[in-house]
């Protein structure tokens, strides 16, 4: 009996093993196959692109938009404006109306648009703030910041503490050409977030405004007449409440003291 037990047994270990035990002549597995790995991965702007690379240096706010800050700030702006963000502004605000923007045109990728901030300068329209100023000039990514093809087209301020941004100075067309002042056009009605402002009777120095509440009842939350400032129009103020209008006369940006019942009005306020 014993002997039959380990005939079984040692037939029973032969055929585990052969099942084991791989056949001599199969292939080895793929490393990369059993890994998952791919072909390496290919650069886009090395080979087929119609995009070039970024500048050296730059940093690209938006499609062939490059940012460079030259000037040193000797501290930070605090809750303002960073000199980037002052940039960002530029674009969305002026040089996406402007004629400048279709100079990047698609058919011919290497033309791009530069943004250099490297000047700060106290300007009277600015009711005496320091603003960040920028060149924006046209050019091409081969030819490189400040190189061939430059062409500064306008110097634009950026007031980073009231967060709004115009023409300093506007070179098209030849010779340093500063534009007319823009005229204000407050009176209108303008939506915030869940409250209404409307503006009448501007006359230059001061204007009439109501805020309310949005809804069925439209409560009148405050109101007051408002004095313009003598040195930009764009900027009025009641009490510890600041009013500043867009140059396009688009928005109004509503600054409330932060220690006062109205806190909760400030943002902006869009006109309809």
Avoid at 212 to 222: I, K, S, T, Y
């Amino acid at each position: 009996m014993k002997k039959c037990l380990s005939i079984l047994l040692a037939l029973f270990l032969s055929f585990s093993l052969a099942a084991c035990t791989p056949e001599s002549d199969s292939p080895v597995p793929d490393p990369a196959a059993t890994t998952g790995a791919g072909p390496a991965p290919t650069n886009p702007a090395a080979g087929g692109s119609d995009l070039p690379a970024a500048p050296a240096g730059a940093t690209e706010l938006g499609e062939k938009i490059f940012y460079y800050g030259l000037y040193q700030l000797e501290e930070e702006p605090g809750d303002g404006l960073t000199p980037m963000e002052g940039a960002d502004l530029a674009i969305v605000n002026i040089l996406s109306s402007s004629e400048i923007i279709h100079y990047l045109d698609r058919e011919q990728p290497d033309n791009c648009i530069y943004i250099a901030f490297d000047e700060m300068e106290t300007l009277d329209s600015a009711n005496g703030r320091e603003c960040y100023i920028y060149s924006v000039a046209t050019g091409t990514v081969s030819g490189g910041f400040q190189g061939n093809g430059y062409e500064v087209q306008l110097r634009v301020s950026a007031d980073y503490q009231m967060g709004t941004v115009a023409i300093y100075e506007d070179y098209r067309g030849g010779g340093n050409v500063v534009p007319d002042d823009p005229k204000p056009s407050w009176q209108g009605t303008y939506y915030g977030s869940g409250h209404t402002m409307n503006i009448s009777e501007y006359n230059g120095k001061t204007f009439l405004f109501t805020v309310v509440n949005d809804g069925m009842e439209m409560d009148l939350v405050c109101d007051g007449a408002a004095a313009v400032s003598p040195d930009n129009l764009f900027i009025a103020e009641y009490g510890q409440m600041m009013f500043a209008l867009s140059e396009d006369s688009g928005f109004i940006d509503f600054f409330v003291a932060e220690d006062t019942e109205f806190y909760y009005l400030h943002g902006r306020y869009t006109r309809q």
